[in-house]
């Protein structure tokens, strides 16, 4: 199978900080839950309601992939001469 290339992809402010919030919440939730401590629970899912809102806001305010030009396509030529190098 052909090896996809994706260049810069999901490498944003706004990606990495929305992980960064949801990874906190589920580990929030998931102590909530083996221990049975409510309010850590529940802040776990307030964060993770937060750090959605913060990743579509900073995403708003330019900090996401969505702003950043993309390359041209390839030439023919140009695409060859990529797949003979991937190859090697």
């Not at 402010?13 to 839950?33: D, E, K, M, P, R």
């Not at 900073?58 to 969505?66: D, I």
Request: with cysteine.
């Amino acid at each position: 199978m052909a090896e996809e290339f994706h260049e810069d992809h999901g490498h944003s402010v706004a990606g990495w900080t929305t992980v960064a919030f949801l990874l906190v919440a589920a580990v929030c939730v998931g102590i909530g839950v083996a221990w049975g401590l409510h309010p850590l629970y529940y802040t776990g899912g307030a964060l993770a309601v937060v750090g959605v809102v913060v990743g579509k806001i900073l995403g708003k305010m330019g900090f996401g992939n969505h702003n950043r030009p993309s390359a041209p396509p390839l030439t023919p030529e140009e695409q060859a001469k990529l797949d003979a190098q991937r190859a090697s």
